[in-house]
């Protein structure tokens, strides 16, 4: 099925650690981004991307590390990983940004969230 | 700079009871979109309505309805004869259009909705 594939659903991680949450599309879409949803704190951007070889930081990039080598691909790494980073993580993927105005639509799918604790 | 504000935090109704769910956004471009996503226990984000800033009309799909006033700089969804199947987290969110935008959503904090049987 067509839409946007996260790996892990779950991960228990310890301070410190290291991992990579995989975000794959088979849409061909050109934009990308990782959200973290916090309690009472709503989806914050992470970091996105408008193209393979580009990418550029959100709104809460510290402490994560992205690349975008493919079309299909937007991992995003934690390279030392901390309590404050326990949440969970959505991927998501359209053809161009919300805001630019595609003829045909530009719907935005999401991952189904990646439930992350780090202990 | 872009901000989306959902003050109601939890909400909570008895079935059939009608529900609106505020929203107000601030922003500097005068060509934006509004979004509204529903977020149910089992966690996927469902997309329920965009709307930009150039169509005020208001919108009504089935129990749902949206008003949109560039007025206030509002843009409230209205459930109508809830049902427990809309208990959920429900949020607003705005991505800017003008030239230099990047054109990402941004999110209201979300609001929960609750209804009783």
Redesign the interface.
Known sequence: NAGVTQTPKFQVLKTGQSMTLQCAQDMNHEYMSWYRQDPGMGLRLIHYSVGAGITDQGEVPNGYNVSRSTTEDFPLRLLSAAPSQTSVYFCASSYVAQGIVKRGGNTIYFGEGSWLTVV | AQK?T?AQ?EISVVEKEDVTLDCVYETRDTT??L?WYKQPPS???V?LI?RNSFDEQNEISGRYSWNFQKSTSSFNFTITASQVVDSAVY?CAL????IG??????????TKLSVKP
């Open positions: 989306v959902q935090t934006y979109y979004f966690g996927e984000l997309f965009r949020f991505s800017e259009a003008g935008s990047q054109g990402n959503l941004i999110f209201g904090k979300g």
